[in-house]
């Protein structure tokens, strides 16, 4: 990054402050505790702990906050114009990863239904196992020429099965939506009827086309009349 060993590093929020100065303390009142279930434990008496004692950690993340701001100012003054926006750039791009894997959480804390598997990821999740590679890279290289000489009616049986899983996708998106507007999450529901929006969208393209192929069969016809 730009100036990575120079830039001030962000200061810990409260929370995290409270987990490290206490995860000692919990590990050896916990040992038969694995780490998820230890950071549960203390996520629970972080939100049992007293205001009073709350306040100074975030006491301590505030002044620590005020005081990287002021380094970061500082820090900033001194870059070039192709340092400051790489480092803008850099920013953008971490944020945006934080969002995207804060979101992927809450879709999968929520329940969001896992998207429908086309015919050949059916066909490779079958025969995977049995495939002869000698590592997945080339297992997926057979596995992708299989499919390629298959006949229809040999596809058909994985076509089936993706269609099923198209459909118990549907129904499943419409419960899981219909639950997200009824616990008051419309940000996570896509505009009504996306799906007969796309029909929609599709019929005017077939009805421009056939209007082409009339007027494609009206200029072959008019040299003849």
């Known amino acids: 990054g730009v100036g990575a060993d120079e830039r001030p590093r962000r200061p810990l929020s409260a929370y995290i402050r409270f987990v490290k100065e206490n995860h000692s303390a919990f590990k050896l009142k916990n040992p038969e505790k694995k780490s998820r279930e230890l950071v549960k434990k203390m996520a629970g008496a972080w939100r049992e702990l007293p ?98 000489k298959m006949s229809s009616s040999q596809r058909q049986p994985y076509l089936q099965l993706a269609e099923d899983d198209k459909v118990r996708y549907e129904n499943e998106m419409k419960s899981w939506e219909a639950k997200m507007v009824e616990l008051g999450r419309q940000d996570l529901v896509s505009s009504p009827g996306p799906r007969a929006q796309t029909k929609a969208a599709k019929k005017p393209k077939a009805a421009r086309a056939s209007s082409q192929e009339k007027k494609a069969k009206l200029k072959l016809k008019k040299p003849e009349e």
Request: charged share 30%; no cysteine.
């Open 51 to 148: 205001a009073s004692q709350k306040q100074v950690y975030e006491d301590a993340a505030k002044t620590d906050m005020q005081r990287y701001r002021e380094q970061m100012a500082a820090y900033k003054a001194q870059l070039t114009p192709a340092q400051a926006a790489a480092l803008e750039d850099f920013r953008r791009t971490r944020l945006a990863k934080i969002r995207s894997s804060r979101m992927k959480r809450e879709l999968t804390v929520l329940g969001k239904p896992k998207r429908p598997r086309n015919a050949f990821n059916i066909f490779v999740s079958e025969n995977f196992q049995e495939s002869e590679g000698a590592s997945p890279v080339a297992k997926m290289k057979l596995l992708h020429d299989a499919w390629k």
